[in-house]
């Protein structure tokens, strides 16, 4: 038996697929609905006549339909098992590469958060973007022993959360990635408004005997989306701060030490600066700062912007008398290298 052409390979699977589900034989009528070849039945029925020569449909009684010989089920199988494979290495291919970029952006911000206090002389601190609506990128799920499931969940900013979802008794390979492709159909692009009671039920019941296995993997995505909407924050530069004599009361540089050391007061600069009317660069001199520990302090802050929307904040925290046009020199050359950077074409 030969290498099959595209379309023959299709009406073979339409058959197969039909005879599966209902149990009848398949008539040309039924694969005319059923594929997406746009072939008359008569057309098709000349196919059908070559698959059945080549041995791989037969017709159980005189004027029936076709059903799939055991050469046909190989074929369809093997075909099945060809595209789950290319399936698996597409997402592992995916997930390496936005591991490498994850890694690249994090190293990256660190590493601004310290050339701008080197370049200063001042304390910094940068953000990593956020989205305003966290969205589920995609999922892989591995069998990594008898007990445990992997779930490897990636979410929009390239957010990547591992979870173990433990099993009552292991899932062979096919059933895990069946799992796999049934999960991504439902929740790549998902925000988690968009997980709904009907969403959940749907996919249970096509999980069929899975439905358990399913919701516990479900409640670690849920889990995913909403850790990734905690802000990453790199500082840097802390104690150049203690160089300047006018901050030097052990109060308040003590403070500000813990503002930089718990980020809490840090996330609270960045929220006044996300939700700034100005989009622009925002100065900070004294009272004016958005938070009590930086009173005695100027803050400069700006926003970057990535294209999908998502916006970080980048800051500097020093004297009174800092030199306020090299910082805002600074902070412009920099948020027009970062939108270089994040928004350029890959």
């Not at 592992?92 to 310290?114: F, N």
Request: glycine share 6%; charged share 30%.
């Amino acid at each position: 038996m030969g290498q099959l052409s595209e379309r023959k390979m299709k009406i073979l699977q339409a058959i197969v697929a039909n005879y599966l589900e209902t149990g009848e034989p398949v008539g040309s009528r039924t694969i005319s609905k059923y594929t997406d070849l746009n072939l008359s039945s008569a057309t098709i029925r000349n196919e059908m006549a070559d698959l059945e020569e080549s041995g791989y449909i037969e017709q159980p009684h005189t004027s029936a339909g076709r059903i799939p010989t055991d050469a046909g089920y190989r074929v369809y199988v093997d075909q099945l098992m060809l595209e789950r494979d290319n399936e698996v290495e597409e997402m592992r291919q995916e997930r390496e590469g936005l591991l490498e970029r994850v890694d690249r952006m994090e190293v990256m911000l660190k590493q601004v958060a310290k050339v701008l206090a080197y370049n200063t002389n001042y304390a910094t601190m940068i953000t990593a973007p956020q989205y305003q609506e966290i969205r589920v990128k995609f999922l892989q799920l591995t069998m990594v022993d008898e007990s445990h499931i992997l779930a490897v969940i990636v979410v929009e900013g390239n957010v990547i959360r591992n979870q173990l979802i433990p099993v009552e008794e292991p899932l062979a390979n096919d059933e895990v990635l069946k799992l796999s492709i049934l999960m991504n159909s439902f929740l790549q692009g998902a925000a988690l408004r968009d997980i709904n009671l009907e969403m959940i039920q749907t996919m249970k019941q096509q999980a069929g005997i899975y439905a358990e296995v399913l919701d516990r993997i479900l409640n670690s995505v849920v889990e995913a989306v909403r850790s990734a909407d905690e802000r990453q924050i790199y500082t840097s530069g802390t104690t150049n701060i203690l160089k300047y004599p006018e901050i030097g009361d052990i109060e308040k540089t003590t403070g500000l030490l813990e503002a930089f050391e718990e980020k809490k007061i840090l996330n609270q600069l960045a929220d006044e600066t996300l939700n700034h009317e100005d989009k622009g660069i925002q100065v900070y001199i004294g009272d004016e700062a958005p938070v009590q520990n930086m009173k005695d302090l100027s803050v400069v802050t700006a926003t970057y912007e990535l294209q999908e929307g998502a916006k970080g904040t980048i800051g500097i925290i020093g004297p009174k008398r800092m030199d306020y046009k090299k910082v805002v020199k600074t902070l412009k050359e920099l948020t027009v290298e970062l939108d270089e950077i994040f928004n350029k074409k890959e």
